[in-house]
């Protein structure tokens, strides 16, 4: 059984910074594409960052760029999200993705087969 397990999120003021962790088992995400994405209370998903399986291709949502940081550590099957400069704008619900399909990347939430459970991040100005 594949799961992906976020590590827990937390309450931040405008400025500060997150560091999120998504803990894969039953599955290897060595050879997938993985992601990030977000949710805000009445808003659509939108993503936030995805990463290559190599770790060294990144898409990031123009909202995050220059501030988030995303990366891999194939070899311990997790997945990370470095959030700085952090705006009540990116409160939010926060959950990691992974394809099915092996290499490619996507932006789509649609092509992401398995999702964790999400994590709150909240920003106080």
């Known amino acids: 059984e594949v799961q992906l397990v976020e590590s827990r999120g937390g309450s931040v003021q405008a400025g500060g910074s997150l560091r999120l962790s998504c803990a894969a088992s039953?599955?290897?995400?060595?050879?997938?594409?993985m992601g990030w994405f977000r949710q805000a209370p009445g808003k659509a998903r939108e993503g936030v960052a995805n990463?290559?399986?190599?770790?060294?291709?990144?898409f990031y949502g123009d909202s995050v760029k220059g501030r988030f940081t995303v990366s891999r550590d194939n070899r311990n099957n997790t997945l990370y999200l470095q959030m700085n400069s952090l705006k009540p704008e990116d409160t939010a619900m926060y959950y990691c993705?992974?394809?099915?399909?092996?290499?490619?990347?996507?932006?789509?939430?649609?092509?992401?087969?398995?999702w964790g459970q999400g994590t709150h991040v909240t920003v106080s100005s």
């Open positions: 993705a992974a394809r099915s399909v092996l290499g490619a990347c996507s932006i789509d939430s649609r092509d992401f087969s398995y």
């Open positions: 039953g599955y290897a995400i060595s050879s997938r594409c």
């Open positions: 990463i290559h399986p190599s770790g060294f291709a990144a």
